[in-house]
């Protein structure tokens, strides 16, 4: 069969994402017939090569998306609540990073290791939501095991690289370590509070209920894919001063018994998982050995000694990867295949 070739666009082209987004189209070899980089005006006219081609980088306006097929978007929740309905409109399906859609019950919520159906609701606005980072990763981890088990209850704590927050955060984080190394004051500016040599239990802002919106993101978007409102959740999310990949502990009360070789068994074979766990040989999922792969890590697999069903375990991935432009382009992948 041969594949249809598609216009496509990036919007947010020059940020974290938006680059790492032209990597995994090279890397997926994505049909792309037209092909068209947009960021704000900051970076209008900035030449970047793709496969072999260099493009010029355009100011997006509401005009940018006639003629299009598919617009990936990583500009952030405001930009994207201002253009994703105007390129809907066009006929150009957007495949969305931030936040903005996220919780609106006619977009979809994808994972395609999880729930690659939910697809086929793009329909309803011509937008479909790429989860946020720290979900994505875990439920790639736990979807094996809530279809087998069953989950009744999450209890989640995050260790969130700086990459998360775009390009000025790990400028940030470099030039505070170069600072305090030198012996002069970490100046902050992206967060609150230094992060070098430091860790933050702020993502995002805060809510009147005392959880952070990052928190309940892992909340209310982990229900939303896995399409059951019943599992209780609890996070707490923390900035730690790592450049690139997530880690996560997340403690599991299942609603079946599982033990621990069941629990190995079900990861070993699902997509996108791979499991690293053997501790006595200093073996387990580390944030410098994700950056880089599309893959979730998952090891530390244990019974929790103090409850009846209850397992721990730790997951790690990379999350401007999987955590966002690899979902988005896989995303992009499905509509291509399957509805485009
Ligand atoms: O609102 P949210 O959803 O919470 O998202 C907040 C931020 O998170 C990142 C992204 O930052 C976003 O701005 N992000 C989004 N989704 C993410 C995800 N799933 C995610 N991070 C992790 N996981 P970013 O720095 O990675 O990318 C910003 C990109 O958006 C473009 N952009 C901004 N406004 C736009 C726009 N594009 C079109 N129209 C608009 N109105 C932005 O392009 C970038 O590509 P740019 O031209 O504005 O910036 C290019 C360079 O300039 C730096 N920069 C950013 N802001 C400023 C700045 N420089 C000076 N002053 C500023 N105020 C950027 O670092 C970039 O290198
Ligand atoms: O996708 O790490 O909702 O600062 C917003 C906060 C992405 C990560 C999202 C961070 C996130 C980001």
Redesign the pocket.
């Known amino acids: 069969m041969v594949e249809k070739k598609l216009n496509v666009i990036v ?8 680059a790492q987004m032209l990597t995994c189209l090279e890397e997926q070899s994505f049909p792309i017939n037209n092909f068209k980089l ?3 005006s ?2 209008a006219g900035k030449k970047i090569k793709f496969r072999d081609e260099t493009f010029v980088v355009e100011e ?1 306006t509401k005009n940018s998306f006639k003629g299009y097929d598919i617009a990936l978007f ?6 994207s609540l201002e253009f994703a309905p105007a390129s809907a409109e066009a006929g150009c399906v957007v495949v969305d ?4 859609w996220r919780m609106d019950t006619d977009i979809p919520l994808v994972v395609p290791e999880v729930n690659p159906d939910a697809v086929a609701q793009y329909k309803n606005k011509g937008i479909i939501a ?1 989860p946020n ?1 720290s979900t994505i990763q875990m439920v790639v981890a736990l979807n094996p095991i809530y279809r087998n088990f069953g989950i009744k209850r999450l209890v989640i704590s995050t260790y969130q690289a700086v990459s ?5 955060a790990v400028n940030e984080l470099r030039e505070q370590v170069r600072a305090v190394m030198e012996g002069k004051s970490p100046v902050a500016k992206v967060y609150p509070h230094p992060i070098a040599f430091n860790a933050l239990p702020h993502i ?1 802002s805060f809510l009147d209920s005392g959880y952070s919106k990052e928190e309940m993101k892992m909340v209310n978007e982990t229900r939303k894919i896995l399409n059951d409102e019943t599992i209780m959740i609890t996070a707490t999310a923390v900035r730690v001063p790592v450049f690139n990949s997530h880690s996560e502990s997340v403690n599991i009360e299942t609603k079946e018994h599982a033990t621990c070789e069941q629990i190995r068994g079900v990861l070993n074979t699902a997509p996108g998982v791979k499991v690293l766990d053997d501790p006595q040989n200093n073996v387990y999922p580390l944030a410098l050995d994700a950056h880089g792969n599309d893959l979730t890590f998952v090891g530390r697999i244990r019974q929790d000694l103090s409850i009846e069903n209850g397992i721990d375990i730790w997951i790690v991935s990379d ?2 990867r999987k ?2 432009a690899t979902n988005t382009v896989q995303i992009g992948r499905l509509l291509a295949e399957k509805y485009l």
Do not use: E, Q
């Open positions: 919007a947010g082209a020059t940020g974290a994402v938006g947009l960021a704000s900051r970076s997006m990583s500009a952030g929740g405001s930009t990073n931030s936040s903005a790429n980072c998360g927050s775009g390009v000025k995002d999350n401007i955590g966002a």
